[in-house]
C-alpha cells in the first residue's frame, strides 16, 4: 500500500458523517422528551427519566449514552445522567435556550432533508415535496408545529435582537414594524431598550394570536401597551411607520419574492428607512456553517432559494426601489442593510 493510501482516511470516517442523521435524531428524542427540564435541578438515573418521560429506559439509556460523547450530557458514578453545557441549552427556560429549535430539526427539516434528491434533481424545495404544502401552509394546519416553530425562531433571533437594539441608531424613529415578526422577539428587544418607541409586528393572522396571548402572560407583558400585532400579508400591504426591520424573512423567499416583499415596505414607508437583516455566503471561503445553512435554505424554503453574498443582497434592494446607504455587521455574524427609498 502506498503511502498516500497509507494516510487516506479510514472508511469509517465517510460512515460517521453519514450516521451524522442519527446524532440529529438523538438529539430531537431527548430535546422532545424534555430531558434536560427534568435534569435541572438534580442528577437521575435513567430509569427515573424513563418514568418521568413516558419512554423505555434501555433505547433513552442508549441515546443518553451516546449524547454524552459530544458534551450533552455526563455520567455520575457509573448509573445518574447529569446536564453537559450542551445539554443545559435544551432546558425550556435556558436564557438561551435552543430546545425547540432541536425540536424543529428533528422534525419538519428532518423529513425536507430526507427529499435532499428531490431538490438535487428539481431545484425544488424538498418541504414542499414532503408535505405537499409551503411550510406555513402546513403549520396553519397543525398547531403543534407552528407552536413549536415560533418558539424555535425566538431561539435563534435572541442574540441578534439584543444586538441590534444596542447598535443601531434610533434616534428620529417613532414607530418600528416589525415585518414578518413572528412573535415579536426583536421589536420587543428594541421596544425595551428605547422605551420611547413603539411597536408593530405584522405576521400571519394565527402567529399574532399566540404571540399576544405568550407576550401577555412573560415579562414583557407591560409593553403591549406599546406593541401591537397586526395580521396581514407582507405581499399586499405594511401599515405605516418610520422604521421597518426585515430580519430572516428573505432567506426564506426565491429573488423575486424578496423583491415583492421589500416592494410592500416601499409603499409603506413615509420618509423612514428599511433595515435587512440576514446572514450572509462570504464570496471567497464560506465557513462550514454558511455552506450548511444554503443547502437547508434549498430544502426547506420556497423554490429556487439560494444563499446571499453582500452584492445579490445589494442588487435585490435596489430593484425593488431602494439605495443602501450603509451597512453593518452584529456580533451574531448576521449583517445589516439599511435601505432608503431611491
Not at 438515573?45 to 418521560?53: G, R, V
Not at 439560494?306 to 435585490?316: F, L, N, Q
Request: charged content about 25%; glycine content about 8%; proline content about 3%.
Amino acid at each position: 500500500m502506498s503511502a498516500m493510501n497509507d494516510k487516506a482516511p479510514s472508511g469509517m470516517t465517510l460512515i460517521s458523517l453519514t450516521g451524522s442523521a442519527l446524532l440529529s435524531q438523538c438529539i430531537h428524542v431527548v430535546a422532545r422528551l424534555g430531558v434536560a427540564d427534568h435534569l435541572a435541578e438534580s442528577a437521575k438515573t435513567c430509569d427515573e427519566l424513563a418514568k418521568l418521560t413516558g419512554c423505555q429506559p434501555k433505547p433513552l439509556s442508549r441515546i443518553m449514552r451516546a449524547l454524552v460523547k459530544f458534551g450533552l450530557f455526563m455520567v455520575e458514578d457509573g448509573q445518574k445522567f447529569s446536564l453537559g453545557p450542551l445539554g443545559a441549552r435544551l432546558q425550556t427556560e435556558h436564557p438561551r435556550s435552543l430546545r425547540h429549535f432541536c425540536m424543529l430539526n428533528g422534525a419538519e427539516y428532518y423529513q425536507a432533508y430526507g427529499a435532499l434528491v428531490h431538490t438535487a434533481n428539481t431545484g425544488q424545495s424538498g418541504l414542499r415535496h414532503v408535505y405537499g404544502t409551503s411550510l406555513y401552509e402546513h403549520m396553519e394546519r397543525n398547531p403543534e408545529t407552528a407552536r413549536v416553530y415560533d418558539l424555535a425562531m425566538d431561539e435563534i433571533s435572541r442574540d441578534a435582537a439584543v444586538d441590534l437594539a444596542s447598535s443601531y441608531d434610533y434616534e428620529g424613529v417613532q414607530t418600528v414594524v416589525d415585518v414578518g415578526g413572528g412573535s415579536g422577539v426583536v421589536v420587543r428587544a428594541i421596544l425595551r431598550a428605547h422605551p420611547q418607541l413603539r411597536g408593530l409586528c405584522v405576521d400571519r393572522q394565527d402567529v399574532c394570536e399566540r404571540a399576544v396571548k405568550t407576550i401577555a402572560a412573560s415579562r414583557d407583558a407591560e409593553l403591549l401597551e406599546r406593541l401591537n400585532f397586526v395580521a396581514g400579508d407582507f405581499f399586499e400591504e405594511l401599515p405605516r411607520g418610520d422604521l421597518y426591520i426585515v430580519k430572516n424573512v428573505l432567506h426564506n423567499w426565491n429573488d423575486a419574492s424578496c423583491v415583492r416583499i421589500l416592494e410592500t415596505v416601499r409603499r409603506a414607508l413615509d420618509g423612514g428607512a428599511l433595515l435587512v437583516v440576514e446572514h450572509l455566503v462570504e464570496d471567497d471561503e464560506p465557513s462550514l456553517d454558511r455552506l450548511m445553512n444554503a443547502v437547508l435554505q434549498m430544502a426547506i424554503c420556497e423554490d429556487e432559494t439560494d444563499a446571499r453574498d453582500e452584492a445579490r443582497m445589494r442588487a435585490i434592494m435596489q430593484e425593488a426601489g431602494f439605495t443602501v446607504p450603509r451597512m453593518g455587521q452584529l456580533g451574531t455574524g448576521h449583517y445589516w442593510f439599511e435601505g432608503r427609498p431611491a
